[in-house]
């Protein structure tokens, strides 16, 4: 019988966390093996131009991004896998892991597998998800030319997905709870400046009517308490954060009352030797591109170091 292979550093997640993990651990001789996940590439594959990441003078559109890092790690021998993790066993080392086609040995594993939009929980908004509801403008935007959506949220993914689903709706309307938006002052004015988009203080989604297809949203004014249906709204989108995708480690990883999993200071080590996690899994305070790669690149060295000190590299 053959002995089972172990890999030196598994990746969990191909967004710029996880890739960026895997360029330095390729690039370090450990032969990285990255499992993509089920959305790989990550966030910025359902965004559009990406203005802030260092080195594109002109902007680059998020799935451009994502192909030519890939690419770049692809390069020095990284093997990727299209699957996700369920669970791992961090009792024991090597790590044993269990992906949905499988299971493997790591001596390292970088957690990478970022997080995954909110919706608000109500229960017609969630069964009419995918059929005019849906938390990715980029995705669905098209699907609205020339009706009138609505859009909740109040930060800097609500205030851009406004601007871009302007692009196809002919009104957009955007519910805000507060008296203010969260988004930095030049998405801001970027809103409010844009005629095609009516902002809504104070104001909450109370429910989503229609059976098959959304056929508009029961509204609510948060300091009077009144109800208002508006049936001219035919596509619902949320814009309201995000949950870490740590629910295969939450059991064995420290973490916090979210969900995002807890890293020492300076570090991406875990409070399991040899884990490491970076991206926005463990971030709640960032989330950019930019800050994942950044963590991605600390969690890769840490690996490679803590390897070498056990003679293991
Ligand atoms: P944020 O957490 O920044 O904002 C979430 C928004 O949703 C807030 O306005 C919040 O309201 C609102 N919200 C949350 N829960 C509810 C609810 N139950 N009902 C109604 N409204 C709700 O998330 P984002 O996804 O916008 O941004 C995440 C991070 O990514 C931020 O750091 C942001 O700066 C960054 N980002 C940067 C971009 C860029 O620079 N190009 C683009 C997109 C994101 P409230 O304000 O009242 O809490």
Redesign the pocket.
Known sequence: MSEEKVENVVVFGSGPAGLTAALYAARANLEPLVYEGVEPGGQLMTTTEV??FPGHEDGIMGPDLMDVMKKQVARFGTRFILDECTSVDLSQWPFRYTVSQGSGLAKTIIIATGATA?Y?GLPNELRLRGHGVSACATCDGFFFRGMEIAL???????A?EASFLTRFASKVHL????DK????RI?QQRVLSNEKISVHWNT??ADVLGQNEVEGIRVRDNQTGVETDWTQIKGLFL????KPNSDPFVGQLDHDELGYLLTAADSTATNVPGVFACGDVQDK????AITAAGTGCMSALEAERWLEARGEH
Request: hydrophobic share 40%.
């Open positions: 203005e802030n909110r608000l909740v949220g109040g930060g800097d993914s609500a851009e519910l805000v709870r507060r938006l969260r988004a930095s998405m909450e989604l814009a309201i954060g995000h305070t960032f989330r950019q």
